[in-house]
Nanobody
Framework: QVQPVESGGGLVQAGGSLRLSCEAS????????MGWYRQAPGKQRELVAT????????????VKGRFTISRDNANNTVYLRTVYLQMNSLKPEDTAVYYC??????????WGQGTQVTVSS
């Protein structure tokens, strides 16, 4: 398996919270950037948030203050393996398929199969 594996999607009411998880394949090493992207029906895939192995984070304006991307520091490794996306104050417009992306220092990039997030009004 080469693709990252996402989990944690589901159905939630507006104002609720969800936490997404993404674990990158161990067949890929030296991952220095991981991120979450989303694609709503009829729309292009868009950036949600990214995190680098040094801890630098970047967010889409639409999720700033509501979503938080973080990494798993349990193994205290330099490079990334597992990241999370904590989503609070969810809105119906956050409804989309959320995809995880992992990029390594050699330019390799892999995408997960996506996890559905549905926010009801």
């Amino acid at each position: 398996q080469v693709q990252p594996v996402e989990s944690g999607g589901g159905l939630v009411q507006a104002g609720g919270s969800l936490r997404l998880s993404c674990e990158a394949s161990r067949s890929i090493n030296n991952i220095n950037v991981m991120g979450w992207y989303r694609q709503a029906p009829g729309k292009q895939r868009e950036l949600v948030a990214t995190i680098t192995n040094s801890g630098y984070t970047n967010y889409a304006d639409s999720v700033k203050g509501r979503f938080t991307i973080s990494r798993d520091n349990a193994n205290n490794t330099v490079y990334l393996r597992t990241v999370y996306l904590q989503m609070n104050s969810l809105k119906p417009e956050d409804t989309a398929v959320y995809y995880c992306n992992a990029r390594n220092r050699y330019g390799g990039s892999t995408w997960g199969q996506g996890t559905q997030v549905t926010v009801s009004s």
